[in-house]
């Protein structure tokens, strides 16, 4: 009896011991999961659904008469030393053949709005001079001007968009700029271009009526612009097969209200595209492109996330008037907006280039690609010397910085059909705040292959990313990755390849299925076939 009391309570004893042990087991097993599940991020692809072509011209470029970016970027002269070709730089225009520009906005900007194109025709020694107001007060001297552009253009195999003058110009001058490039025929405007030397009109399609008209452009309110537009843009002829897209100055950042008044008042019918500026930049403390810290890299980080925010109030407006999407959405400036580099002359908004700015363009790129039913059209700014640059410019040398290195990584989107993505992924958390620690996009060529391009904002830890690929049996991976050691690594004359794009090894493909680990701070894209 006695015994058996004593057994029995051993056993309770051993058996709630080993429930414990089980429980705890159980639980470990579970803390660990979860753990682990909340580390991996997760990517669908849905190969066999896309729908919509990535337009090429989202990768389009803007370059204003501002600092160097034409002077000194594109344009030397013809009796430089500098190499060039009827005065345009070789060497600028092989850098951006590579990653095949597909449009180029001219002559601005604010520039736009206080240049008068019959002062840049003729011989190059009687063209008139003028005080460039906007940017540093420097002489312009008007040598890089109608043909000067249209020559780049050709140079460059890139479709031109013009911006022309509302802010300081006439309906007249706007409407013979458009029949001296386009009209073919007995005109006094397309006698004027043979006289000048070019026999065959140019065709351009592209045509920005003014730019920034809620600031620069003439401080106009939107009703205003909205009837200005209209008459500016019933004597833009068209001549000839040429169809003129024309584009309406559009909002600032997050003025929904200029949107909403050009949507109702021009309505689809009366434009091709609406433009939109979106800077990431701080206004009251833009800050320096190189010296910052960890807290300078994210706050970029959040100001750049918001475009999507941006974009799709822009966007819900658009669809309110115009349902079936005949307008485009022209992103036409967007990139970073940082202090001048210490010594620059503040007019000519010079700045650095870092690996910061290399996944700023990889989010914007992804977020327009996955919008590209509305969004027809973008322009960084600007290509050459001036804010985000692809390409800096001292005397005869040239240096690619991280931003034009994502713009070739992903010119494979170009033209191909975007496929549909869900993502799930960790945090990226700074103090109290978080982002999302992934952005992505995907799209399927004309050859069949799969691009995805995918930025791991985070500059502390890597990401293992598990992407499944439904709709084909891949048997192919490749990537690229654009990283570095430290978040403000840039490449300067002296180091021209600090930043620059390498083989990404850390990928496999295994039933099916693609597992990566994506470094900090990267720029990743794969090919898969
Ligand atoms: O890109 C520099 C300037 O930014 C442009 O001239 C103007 O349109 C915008 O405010």
């Known amino acids: 009896m006695y015994y058996n009391k004593i057994w029995r309570r051993v056993s309770l004893v051993m058996m709630s011991k080993c429930m414990v042990a089980v429980l705890s087991i159980v639980l ?62 070789n060497d600028v225009v092989e850098a951006l053949r590579k990653i095949n520009i597909p449009n180029l906005r001219w002559p601005g900007g604010c520039f736009a709005d206080e240049y008068h194109w019959m002062d840049g025709i003729g011989p190059r020694n009687k063209r008139p001079k003028m005080i460039n107001t906007h940017w540093g007060g420097v002489t312009e001297d008007n040598s890089f001007g109608t043909h000067e552009f249209l020559d780049l253009c050709e140079q460059l195999g890139t479709e031109p968009y013009i911006c022309g003058n509302v802010g300081s110009g006439t309906v007249e001058e706007m409407s013979k700029w458009v029949e001296y490039l386009n009209s073919d025929g007995i005109s006094p405007m397309s006698d004027e271009r043979r006289k000048n030397g070019r026999d065959k009109a140019w065709g351009v399609k592209y045509w920005g009526v003014g730019n920034e008209n809620w600031g620069c452009g003439g401080n106009m309110t939107p009703e205003f612009y909205a009837d200005q537009y209209k008459r500016f843009a019933t004597y833009c002829r068209n001549y000839g097969d040429n169809r003129l897209l024309k584009i309406a100055g559009g909002a600032n950042t997050d003025d929904y209200n200029w949107t909403e008044v050009l949507m109702k008042k021009i309505t689809p019918r009366g434009m091709w595209g609406l433009s ?84 700023v363009a990889g989010i914007h790129l992804n977020e327009f690609n996955k919008r590209c039913d509305r969004i027809k059209m973008a322009n960084i700014a600007q290509t050459i010397n001036v804010l985000q640059a692809l390409i800096f410019t001292k005397d005869e040398k040239m240096l690619l910085t991280p931003t034009y290195h994502v713009f070739e990584m992903y010119k494979v ?25 992934l952005n992505a996009s995907a799209s399927r060529d004309k050859s069949g292959k799969i691009h995805i391009s995918i930025c791991n904002l985070d500059p502390n830890k890597s990401a293992k990313l598990d992407c499944e690929l439904r709709g084909i049996k891949a048997k192919k991976v490749s990537g690229r990755v654009l990283t570095t050691a430290a978040i403000n690594s840039h490449n300067t004359f002296d180091n021209p390849d600090v930043v620059h794009p390498t083989i990404f090894k850390d990928v496999k493909l295994k039933r099916g299925k693609l597992t990566a680990t994506l470094p900090a701070k990267s720029v990743v894209v794969f090919e898969i076939e």
């Open 413 to 437: 989107h170009q033209d191909a059909t975007l496929l549909p993505t869900e993502l799930q992924c960790t945090d990226y958390k700074f103090g109290d705040e978080k982002l999302p620690a």
């Open 276 to 359: 939109l500026h979106y800077y990431t930049t701080n206004w009251w403390n833009k800050g320096s492109a190189t010296e910052y810290d960890k807290k300078g890299y994210f706050e970029v980080m959040d100001r750049c996330l918001n475009i999507s925010k941006v974009i799709d109030r822009h966007m819900t407006i658009m669809d309110k008037y115009d349902p079936e999407k005949r307008v485009a959405l022209v992103v036409d400036e967007w990139g970073t907006w940082f202090d001048v580099e210490p010594g620059t002359n503040p007019g000519f908004l010079f700045q650095q280039n870092t690996i910061r700015d290399a996944i």
């Open 28 to 89: 470990f097993v579970g803390v660990v999961s979860l753990t682990a599940a909340e580390n991996v991020n997760k990517l669908i692809v849905n190969t066999d659904q896309g729908k919509e072509t990535i337009n090429r011209h989202i990768y389009g470029h803007f370059s204003e008469h501002l600092g160097h970016c034409i002077y000194g970027g594109y344009w030397v002269g013809e009796d430089s030393d500098i190499p060039n070709t009827r005065g345009i730089r």
